[in-house]
T-cell receptor, first 114, second 115 residues
Framework: DGGITQSPKYLFRKEGQNVTLSCEQN?????MYWYRQDPGQGLRLIYY???????QKGDIAEGYSVSREKKESFPLTVTSAQKNPTAFYLC?????????????FGSGTRLTVV | AQTVTQSQPEMSVQEAETVTLSCTYD???????LFWYKQPPSRQMILVIR??????QNATENRFSVNFQKAAKSFSLKISDSQLGDTAMYFC????????????FGGGTRLMVKP
């Protein structure tokens, strides 16, 4: 079955550490997105990529980095520069032509700073 | 920039009754798309219903329907015959036409369906 896989489901980070969240899709979608979800604030866009080797900052990109070396993969690194990283992170994808049919989402990663 | 506002942080409804969730948005665009997503306790985001702004007819998907008022920039979701499985967070979202395909989300409404 086609879909998006996010791993790990739960992730704990120590102060000052970088951590990488994985997002893999087998839907042959061109575009991929990372959102952060905090209580009461809905989903906010961190980064997005519409094509391999290209990506753009979203509304809250500071303290995060991404790469898009393969169409299937769009990992997100939460760097030590992100001062409040505890949140739920959602990855999504869509076809470049047809995103207006909606995104497909992964099941999310819960990141906690310890 | 587009903004999406959901003014009801929490709502509850009795099983089998009807409930309406509100959403307003702000945009200067004429062509765009609107969505309602459901996030149950599993936190998996599920597309409930979508609406093209150029269509006057309101979208319907089984027990879910929308009331799209373009001039008022309003996009409410009506759930009929509410079921326990409808308990979830509901997010309204906006997408411009031909502009990078980004979704802008509202803050969400937590819906509790009571037996």
């Amino acid at each position: 079955d086609g879909g998006i896989t996010q791993s790990p489901k739960y992730l704990f980070r120590k102060e000052g550490q970088n951590v990488t969240l994985s997002c893999e899709q087998n839907l042959n979608h061109d575009a991929m997105y990372w959102y952060r979800q905090d209580p009461g604030q809905g989903l906010r866009l961190i980064y997005y990529s519409q094509i391999v080797n290209d990506f753009q900052k979203g509304d809250i990109a500071e303290g995060y980095s991404v790469s898009r070396e393969k169409k299937e993969s769009f990992p997100l690194t939460v760097t030590s520069a992100q001062k409040n990283p505890t949140a739920f992170y959602l990855c999504a994808s869509s076809p470049e032509q047809g995103a207006y049919y909606g995104y497909t989402f992964g099941s999310g990663t819960r990141l906690t700073v310890v | 920039a587009q903004t999406v506002t959901q003014s009801q942080p929490e709502m509850s409804v009795q099983e089998a009754e009807t409930v309406t969730l509100s959403c307003t948005y702000d945009t200067s665009e004429n062509n765009y798309y609107l969505f309602w997503y459901k996030q149950p306790p599993s936190r998996q985001m599920i597309l409930v219903i979508r609406q093209e702004a150029y269509k006057q007819q309101n979208a319907t998907e089984n027990r879910f329907s929308v009331n799209f008022q373009k001039a008022a920039k309003s996009f409410s979701l009506k759930i009929s015959d509410s079921q326990l499985g409808d308990t979830a967070m509901y997010f309204c979202a906006f997408m411009k036409d031909n502009a990078g395909n980004m979704l802008t989300f509202g803050g969400g409404t937590r819906l509790m369906v009571k037996p």
